[in-house]
């Protein structure tokens, strides 16, 4: 029998927490969303002031990752990268995304979920995400 181990929503709690409490330290507002191993979605925040868009992208960075076993931003270099001309639609799927800011979650060398920030510069986005990620692996 094939079994997958996933984040779970305390895990969730745990990096939405940390990255809302480093938000609001900055005065800053973004969509903090966690994801599972399949890339659904088991938490999300939206900070007041957070641009609306961000719901969705935040959402789709963190399925992005999760799905492709790597942060979302190396899904979209092949697309930025001029000289392959890849473009993000040959993946099939809308909510593929390859701005950064989505990160999977490794536990013992297993994507078990991902988390994602949306909302601000993506370099931002990434250490945020970084954050979160960091709050649950410390945690286990």
Known sequence: MFQRNSLGHI???????????????RGKAAVVAVADAHGELIGLLRLDGAPLPSIVIASNKAWTAARERK???????????????????????ARYIGWGGGLPVLIDGVVVGAVAVSGLPEMEDIELAQIGLSAIVDGM
């Open 11 to 25: 895990e969730a709690q745990r990096a939405i927490q940390a990255i809302q409490a480093e938000l609001l330290g």
């Open 71 to 93: 942060p979302s931003r190396e899904l979209g270099q092949a697309a930025r990268d001029a000289a392959t001309g890849f473009d993000m639609a040959y993946f099939g799927d």
